[in-house]
């Protein structure tokens, strides 16, 4: 049983899945690592604190109990370091499937609880740290955005936000207010040095990396179009001073995009339904 309390209550719930999540070379440590701060950063993304969790495993007889205990120990490490009780769980036999889902659940600590709707034509889009080339190892030893998701629900300027794990080009929409468009200025996208690397090996353009990859687990949020944005970037930097910040572009109204401006459209992501869809002939 939880306590109650007078804060707001959020809960999320995202999986490691072997072959989807992680594979062979990522050691079971992160891979236990992994599975709560994906979590912790939906969190992030409302500006909540975490609460607790509960696990279930659903384990192929072939895991061996050494790979099982490096992975507890990894989760346990990362509970330890978010301050996260892990309250629960269960365990399954999965013949012939890996995967661990975890449950989390959190209170908002400020003011409000940010969410995805909340943008209008002419806001400002923002995102935290680098984007593209996770699969080169970000995807399991990134660290969640809680401080700074905290922060920002403290911002009466920004008015909405999420983290991005399907690749901006996906996710931006949800954010995307109705008869609106995102105009993206390709040229200010913080392409990271591993999405660079990737471009050189797959033949497509370091832009694409970082607009589709996933697994980024930063945080992208919109800004009011009348905001001081100088005021809030000093106040950023004053705070989160290690943390890379970019304005990449704005909302505009349906049609009114530039011809110079990033056609999302042209892009995709990762999308959870594609191979079902597939299979079923849609």
């Given at each position: ?66 790979w099982l205990e490096q992975f507890y120990r990894g ?96 996710d931006l929409p949800a954010l995307t207010p109705a ?85 999302l459209a042209k892009y995709g992501g990762y999308e ?11």
């Amino acid at each position: 049983m939880l306590p109650a309390n007078r804060h707001r209550q959020l809960i999320t719930t995202d999986p490691v899945i072997y072959g989807r999540h992680f594979d062979d070379p990522v050691p079971p440590r992160a891979v236990g690592a992994k599975l709560l701060k994906r979590n912790l950063s939906d969190l992030a993304a409302m500006g909540a604190r975490p609460t607790a969790a509960v696990i279930s495993l659903a384990l192929d007889p072939r895991v061996s109990t050494r790979w099982l205990e490096q992975f507890y120990r990894g989760l346990a490490a990362a509970a330890r370091r978010f301050s996260v009780p892990i309250v629960g769980g269960d365990v399954a036999q999965g013949d012939g499937f890996l995967g661990a889902f975890l449950t989390l659940c959190g209170e908002a600590r400020g003011p409000r609880v940010l969410l995805r709707a909340g943008a209008h034509a002419g806001d400002w889009i923002y995102v935290t740290g680098t984007l593209g080339g996770s699969l080169l190892g970000h995807h399991w030893r990134f660290i969640p955005r809680l401080a700074e998701g905290e922060w920002l629900t403290r911002r009466r300027e920004v008015r909405a936000m999420m983290d991005l794990s399907d690749g901006l080009a996906k996710d931006l929409p949800a954010l995307t207010p109705a008869g609106a468009a995102p105009a993206i200025d390709g040229d200010a996208v913080p392409v990271s040095a591993a999405a660079r690397t990737q471009a050189r090996r797959s033949g497509r353009t370091p832009l694409s990396h970082a607009l589709e990859d996933g697994e980024d687990y930063e945080l992208v949020f919109v800004v009011a179009a009348r905001a001081d944005r100088a005021g809030f970037e000093r106040a950023w930097r004053r705070k989160f001073s290690p943390t890379r910040l970019s304005c990449i572009g704005r909302f505009v109204p349906a049609g009114k995009r530039s011809p110079e401006a990033v056609d999302l459209a042209k892009y995709g992501g990762y999308e959870h339904l594609r191979q079902i869809a597939a299979r079923d002939g849609i």
